[in-house]
């Protein structure tokens, strides 16, 4: 157990939805990072917050949006969702951006 | 832009044999980070190695022992007599150790490998 906590860990919707996913940092991390991975584009890199602000912006799309509360949890939003979007999505912590990054269980999207 | 190859897509042994998992990555920075991650059939990420540019010493840890080469910009990675819970896919990454993307993690495409028993 990472110490990393994602919800939920199951999402299935329509295309054309909006979705939130949830991601709580382990204790003492203050920087939090989204992941993708789909089996065409395999483990992509989408944004970095550290203390509730941006710090990296990796290939997200226009659709997709995040934000890290000042209680360090973050919540990725997926909106006006495709068939393409179906992916396992992973929030990753670390106490600052150059230290290890601990991995959470991930939040598999099914867009039918 | 940085980038990590696997060629090896897939990879099959029998039990007890050992494996070796290649990894090539390509980056322009002097000051990096190259790791290994396991994805067990659970889907979880799990951490394996971290070793940084200047850091040229091979590791064993257990069965595991990694092979950082600069001159060839490999970080190779070998499972002494594989077992059957070795099974997972592997993946080899990279991370800038400055600039203003410096907390991503760039991945290879990942080496399925099978242990048979």
């Known amino acids: 157990d990472s110490g990393v906590t994602q919800t939920p860990k199951h999402l299935i919707t329509a295309t054309g939805q909006r979705v939130t996913l949830r991601c709580s940092p382990r204790s003492g991390d203050l920087s939090v990072y989204w992941y993708q991975q789909s089996l065409d584009q395999g483990l992509q890199f989408l944004i970095q917050y550290y203390n509730g602000e941006e710090r990296a912006k990796g290939n997200i799309l226009e659709r997709f949006s995040a934000q890290q509360f000042p209680d360090l949890h973050s919540e990725l939003n997926l909106s006006s969702l495709e068939l393409g979007d179906s992916a396992l999505y992973f929030c990753?912590?670390?106490?600052?951006?150059?230290?290890?990054?601990?991995f959470g269980p991930g939040t598999r999207l099914t867009v039918l | 832009a940085q980038k990590v190859t696997q060629a090896q897509t897939e990879i099959s042994v029998v039990e007890k044999e050992d494996v070796t998992l290649d990894c090539v990555y390509e980056?322009?920075?002097?000051?990096?980070?190259l790791f290994w991650y396991k994805q067990p059939p659970s889907g979880e990420l799990v951490f394996l190695i971290r070793r940084n540019s200047f850091d040229e010493q091979n590791e064993i840890s257990g069965r595991y022992s990694w092979n950082f080469q600069k001159s060839t910009s490999s970080f190779n990675f070998t499972i002494t007599a594989s077992q059957v819970v070795d099974s997972a896919v592997y993946f080899c990454a990279l991370r800038l150790a400055g600039g203003t993307s410096y907390g991503k993690l760039t991945f290879g495409q990942g080496t399925i490998l099978t242990v048979h028993p």
């Open positions: 980056t322009r920075d002097t000051t990096y980070y």
């Open positions: 990753a912590s670390s106490v600052g951006s150059g230290d290890l990054q601990y």
